[in-house]
């Protein structure tokens, strides 16, 4: 029991004492801590204190350089605005001395005035001086010194006008004759085409009389039935080993004159016959009025017309006017144009255009009523062609008037393709006609004597009273009669006006 005791205190001696000694330990460590702590914080203050105080200095440092940069910057604008004062006291002197000479100046021309105004009112006291006294030594008032002094001018006037005129008209012609003949010279040689005057074909040869029956058939039924299919006038007559053709529309003379040959060719003629060889005939045509259409755009680099303006320009291949082929007419008129215009400086492919299409109304005129300019250029307006490709068709004849160097192209190649030599047929009648007109415009002016229309109505003579028209007169004479033949006729190249004044002077030695 003892022992047991004993153990129990040595145990509590035991733990007490462990526990005396850890307390020792533990506070020991803590004192270390504590001293190492407050090293590590003294240490942290100086270098903070030295970090501040190296900060201090860096700032001062940068504010003093900064200080002297200012004061550096300060100084030179102070440098740049006392040398603009002195450029402004400069112009401010510059300034001041003219003002005082504008005003010396101003003085000197007031000055000046003045005696401007008192030599002005002599001037004008001596004009009325010398007014009084030239009335005096003529005996006439002013107003009748100036009517005599406007009827004096009268008659030199009317000799300036016909000067002036005449001077005028010969520098402007000769200019505009030399560059227009240059032009036009170098676009007739450059389009020399052949000109044949053509005639419609309508008679047709047989190879003998006998088949004229079976062509009219049993009570006329094959020639009725021909009729009727082709809209065409079969005329079987005396005339021997032929027959003929008539019809209005070129186009379907045309498919009857294809038909009948044919139908010649075949010797069966018979109505059944007749509709065969007539639709082979249509179709025959249309397709030679699409190929004809075809390759006159291609001819002249148009790629892009309407399918029905170029069928419309493929009929023209079958219409003729005066003996002149239509279609190839076109073609040069084209073709002129577009030379014409390049030598002007102008975009050729417009002129090229509008002178292709300018006759497309004579393939249908004799279907529709009007002008075929007018026609022409409703059905280009109708497929879409520009403004002034329509104006230029509808004025190549003077419908309407041109307002475009296209539109006056136009005219000039249309006259030069049928002036050409052998361009075109003009009748008997038609010619008579235009000869007496030219004499009838020259012969209704106030002194002409005689007219003579010479060399095919290409030059008028005309021969004036020399009582009545004097010799200054007569050169307007000649440009009022030249002016009215421009707006009444129509005729190609032009008309050559002579207005001839003789005077004779008879007297007799006795």
Known sequence: MDGVIWLVVGAVVGIALGYVITRYIANASSKRAAQEAETLVSDAK???????????????????RMKQEAEKENKERM?????????????????????????????????????????????????????????????MTPQEAKQELLDSLKEEVVHEQAAIIRDSEARTKAECDKKAREILSLAIQRVAAEHAAENTVSTIHIPSDDLKGRIIG?????????????????????????????????????????????????GRI?????????????????????????QATFDTGIHDLHHE??????????????????????????????????????????????????????????????SHAVIGADLARRFGERPEIVHAIEAHHGDVEPNS????????ADAISAARPGARKETLDAYIKRLEKLEEIANSYKGVERTYAIQAGREVRVMVEPTVVDEASTTVLAHDIAHQIESEMQYPGQVKVVVIRESRAVDYAK
């Open 79 to 139: 440098r740049e605005v006392r040398a603009a004062e002195n450029r402004l006291n400069q112009r401010e002197e510059s300034l001041d001395r003219r003002v005082e000479s504008l005003d010396a100046r101003e003085h000197q021309i007031s000055s000046l005035q003045g005696q401007l105004d008192r030599k002005q009112r002599d001037l004008q006291e001596a004009e009325k001086e010398i007014g009084v006294r030239l009335e005096s030594i003529a005996g």
């Open 270 to 294: 018979h109505p059944a016959r007749i509709e065969e060889m007539f639709g082979k005939a249509e179709d025959y045509v249309n397709q030679q009025i699409a190929e004809a259409g075809a």
């Open 309 to 370: 303006l170029e069928l419309t320009l493929g009929r023209l291949r079958y219409r003729t006017s005066y003996g002149q082929n239509v279609l190839n007419h076109s073609l040069e008129v084209a073709y002129l144009c577009g030379v014409m215009a390049a030598e002007l400086g102008l975009d050729p492919a417009p002129a090229k255009r509008a002178g292709l299409l300018h006759d497309l109304g004579k393939a249908v005129d004799h279907e529709v009523e009007g």
């Open 405 to 412: 160097v296209i539109d006056v192209l136009v005219q000039a």
């Open 46 to 64: 100086k270098q903070a204190e030295t970090l501040r105080k190296e900060a201090v200095i860096e700032a001062k440092d940068e504010v003093l």
């Open 218 to 266: 049993r009570e006329g039924r094959n020639i009725r039935s021909f009729e009727q299919l082709t809209g065409t006038n079969l005329i079987i007559d005396d005339t021997p080993e032929c027959v003929t053709i008539s019809c209005f529309d070129p186009v379907r003379r045309e498919i009857g004159r294809v038909t009948m040959e044919n139908l010649i060719a075949d």
